[in-house]
């Protein structure tokens, strides 16, 4: 318990004959900001799926605070502090701002599920409780003037602070963000960057996943680079911009992408 | 929007109080039917509109119900009042356990495995398992309830059963939108697995849907069997589920929505009843109508039940 | 022995009914992922259909020619209502949320059935001998020439159909359609005119499985869609839904399962088992024997 550390050692997961991730390794610490990149295909969003439970690696462990949380289902893996967003919004879009953040707060709530037939006044004290929390990070992400307004109807930039304010909802010890920046615009994206320290100035470890290039140096500590659902590279910052194989690898995936 | 809700709300309910007196015995008998009937499909909205499982099998959980208090009163003697909590209970563990194997299916499967249940429900009572459900004409001669020493076997005194029935469900409708619960089952039928990425088990709560939903219509049937003194397996044929899961639909999965909905299909045909054979072909246009028009039923459910405190104005120059 | 063998033709004849109507749901669910509940019903008054063209259009003749007349007749009828079903009931609502078409179609099934039940009236009305009653005996097995009819008839519908889906530019685009209606548009394929042909595909083969139902039990009731509706749509299911061998394959298997729950066990307990085995296969192999193909994007 000492160390909240991620750790994923040779994670393996295909998909028919296709190996998406090959023996992936690598060391999330406590208090970093770590960044996976690479390539689009590369593997990053079936890494985070493999952490968070919703595909189990076929091979490899994922070892959280020392124990092993491969196989676990996604609630699982919640309730021991690892939260995530999606890369393509996942809110509960007829559902208003406060109650998708509300939604975060499932697992810290003390209610029984027969406070659902039959309230006491500790279940309405708990409720009270959790309704005050998310009007916090409301704030926190300055959305409190659409409390009330379904999610659907909110612009792109909108949405992915309500998901963050939700992963967060649930205080999370590492959260992990599946590009938080795609489809922002240059503003979003600097409130972005602050946003991310001051989640870190929380003590709150940040696994992130991003194609803004200048985003990723300017707020990582750490990164893993993938190719082919290979580790290419890792190291700080600096180093990987450095790094002959990760420039090849963007270079050479470039003009693929350009069509 | 709200505030119309909660005053047609109250309305509804001081009508319905003083109805019976209105009524003439006919109309006494069909009010009770609408109550107990509005049970079973805010029970069905629990499991269909809030945690949106396309279940077609309700009629049989109210069926349990009302075979319940029909067996253990006729065959082993049971005052109705005992009878309650069993019909209560056994539809509930009945829908965990046929629940819990199906809920991961796909919607459409979910449904035509739930109408096979029923299928096969009403199979059973007709083909009079255990000789205890009276085969195809059911069991006649049920007790009345007896409260306090007072039995309670006129039209009035039952329809203020089944209106606490109603008042009962109505509170825990209300109850489950303000609690943890609740909402973990709108979050589940929004997205399942955003659901269960921020921590909700998702199974476990459908498999509550159902087992409340089960409950619920348990004790609806209950009712309804000590309304007619007698239960028979046509009843509770899955057409009638398919009524309540369209009652739930078009009506919009809200409460007002629903009780009209149930007013339209159990009550109107008693008002029309010389064109009783045209009942189902008119729904069936209505219910095509309806959806195209409005596909979200004729009343449907809002969210944002959130407190009054965390709304706040749009800021000056925000 | 007997016993198995009647119960295989008896099987192999319930099969192909179900396996015809099967297609009817399975070809509307890949494409358009609905429950079509209104097609049972269509199969049901198409029985209907038939006994009135006989009755009034034929005149009641039973000759080879009257036969296949009625058959078509039916089936062409039968097209149409199936256009006009998707028309009226189901394109207003292909962007609508998925349970608002399902309550559509759900109204559609009343709306045919009672319909059937207002022209025809509630009682059962009894299907004409459109075929001699030729049989022939093997041992103590019996065996109709209905039944033989009716199963060479499926199995040519059925070979016609697949070669149709599977070596054609039409049946390439029914494919497409169903793996991804958007990717599908984009090349070309007008979608609309998909649906539309596979209800028209869809019904015709439900008609001629209706008056097989016709021809076999002979009674017909305004309310028999939705039994065999359900058995044939669980046959589609078992086969694995939206994949056209799929249907046959689940059609006759549920045929010969019933056939056999029948013949050994107990006819009344015939819907509980069926259903026991859908719950079974849809718990060990939910994607059905052959694999789904489903669009997945709506």
């Not at chain 2, 709560?205 to 397996?233: D, E």
């Not at chain 3, 499926?154 to 958007?182: C, H, N, P, W």
Request: aromatic residues 10%; charged residues 15%.
């Amino acid at each position: 318990m000492a160390d909240n550390e991620l750790i994923l050692t040779n994670v393996t997961k295909r998909f028919g004959g296709l190996t998406a991730v090959d023996a992936l390794s690598m060391k999330v610490s406590s208090g970093q900001i770590y960044g996976v990149i690479g390539p689009n295909g590369a593997g990053k969003t079936t890494v985070f799926n493999c952490i968070t439970g919703i595909y189990k690696s076929e091979e490899g462990s994922v070892s959280w605070r020392g124990e092993e949380i491969r196989g676990m289902t996604p609630y699982q893996i919640v309730a021991r502090g690892i939260v995530r967003t999606f890369q393509t919004i996942r809110l509960f879009s007829q559902m208003s701002v406060a109650e998708n953040i509300m939604s975060g707060r499932h697992i810290k709530s003390s209610q029984g599920w027969w406070h659902g037939i039959c309230p006491t006044p500790g279940s309405r004290r708990d409720e009270k409780e959790n309704w005050m929390k998310v009007g916090e990070l409301l704030e926190f992400f300055n959305l409190e003037e659409f409390a009330a307004t379904p999610t659907m109807s909110l612009p792109y930039g909108h949405q992915r602070r309500v998901e963050m304010a939700r992963a967060l909802a649930v205080d999370p010890t590492l959260l992990i963000l599946d590009e938080p920046a795609a489809g922002l615009n240059d503003n979003e994206t600097a409130e972005l960057v602050d946003t991310i320290f001051s989640i870190r100035q929380k003590g709150i470890t940040v696994l992130l996943i991003e194609h803004d290039m200048e985003l990723v140096m300017k707020v990582t500590d750490y990164l893993t680079v993938l190719n082919f659902g290979k580790k290419i590279a890792e190291g700080t910052p600096e180093e990987i911009q450095k790094n002959p194989l990760v420039i090849e690898a963007y270079l050479g995936s470039e003009d693929e992408d350009d069509e | 929007m709200k505030k119309l809700s909660i005053v047609s709300l109250l309305v509804f309910l001081l009508v319905m109080a003083i109805l019976p007196h209105l009524l003439d015995p006919r109309w006494q008998t069909v009010a009770v039917t609408f109550l107990v009937f509005s049970v079973v499909a805010l029970s069905q909205d629990i499991v269909l509109g809030k945690a949106g499982m396309f279940n077609m099998g309700q009629a049989m959980f109210f069926g349990m119900g009302a075979y319940v208090t029909a067996i253990l009163n006729s065959h082993f003697g049971w005052p109705i009042m005992a009878t309650i909590p069993v019909a209560i209970i056994a539809p509930v563990l009945v829908g965990i356990v046929l629940a819990a194997p199906i809920v991961h299916l796909r919607g459409d499967y979910l449904l035509v495995v739930t109408i096979g249940f029923n299928i096969v429900f009403v199979q059973v009572l007709i083909n009079n398992l255990g000789g205890v459900t009276g085969g195809p004409n059911g069991i006649f001669g049920i007790d009345p309830l007896r409260l306090f020493g007072f039995e309670l076997s006129s039209q009035v005194a039952i329809y203020y059963y089944a209106f606490a029935v109603l008042l009962l469900t109505l509170a825990i409708m209300i109850n489950l939108d303000k609690s943890k619960v609740g909402r973990a089952l709108h979050y589940l039928r929004e997205d399942p697995l955003a659901a269960e990425s921020i921590g909700i088990n998702t199974r476990l709560y459908k498999i509550f849907a159902f087992g409340l939903g089960a409950g619920i219509a348990g004790l609806a049937g209950s009712v309804f069997a000590t309304q007619y003194s007698a239960v028979s397996p046509e009843a509770f044929e899955f057409i009638q589920s398919v009524l309540f899961f369209s009652i739930v639909l078009v009506g919009g999965s809200s409460i007002p929505g629903v009780l009209i909905g149930v007013f339209v299909m159990f009550v109107l045909p008693e008002i029309f009843r010389e064109f009783s054979t045209w009942r189902f072909f008119v729904f069936g246009f209505a219910m095509i109508l309806t959806m195209i028009l409005r596909p979200r039923g004729i009343w449907p459910a809002t969210f944002g039940k959130i407190p009054k405190f965390l709304i706040k104005e749009p800021k000056n120059g925000g | 022995m007997e016993t198995f063998f009647q119960q295989l033709a008896n099987g192999l004849t319930i099969g192909s009914m179900f396996a015809l109507v099967a297609l009817g749901y399975t070809m509307v669910y890949g494409v358009m992922r609905l429950i079509n509940f209104a097609h049972g019903d269509m199969v049901a008054a198409s029985a209907f259909v038939g006994l009135t063209v006989y009755t009034q259009v034929m005149g009641q003749a039973s000759s080879l020619f009257a036969v296949i007349a009625i058959f078509m007749l039916t089936a062409g009828l039968m097209a149409c209502v199936g256009v006009v079903l998707e028309r009226v009931a189901y394109r207003p609502l292909r962007t609508a949320p998925r349970l608002s078409a399902v309550v559509s179609a759900l109204g559609a099934s009343l709306v045919i059935q009672n319909g059937i039940m207002l022209i025809w009236g509630p009682r059962m009305r009894i299907f004409p001998e459109l075929v001699p009653q030729h049989y022939w005996h093997f041992g103590g097995v019996v065996i109709s020439l209905i039944q033989v009819l009716i199963l060479v008839i499926s199995l040519v519908l059925m070979v016609a159909l697949y070669l149709f889906i599977e070596k054609t530019r039409i049946g390439a685009a029914v494919r497409a359609s169903s793996i991804d209606q958007d990717a599908a548009r984009l090349m070309g394929i007008n979608v609309n005119n998909i649906i539309a042909l596979i209800f028209i595909i869809g019904s015709s083969l439900g008609a001629i499985g209706g008056l097989f139902i016709g021809l076999y039990y002979r009674g017909i009731t305004f309310n028999m869609g939705w039994q065999y509706g359900l058995y044939a749509f669980i046959a589609a299911i078992l086969g694995g839904i939206g994949n056209i061998p799929g249907a046959m394959l689940g059609g006759m298997l549920l045929g010969l399962f019933s056939a056999f729950i029948s013949g050994y066990v107990s006819s009344t307990w015939a819907d509980a088992f069926t259903f026991m085995l859908l719950i079974f296969i849809l718990i060990v192999r939910p994607t059905g024997l052959l694999g789904e193909r489903v669009a997945e994007k709506v």
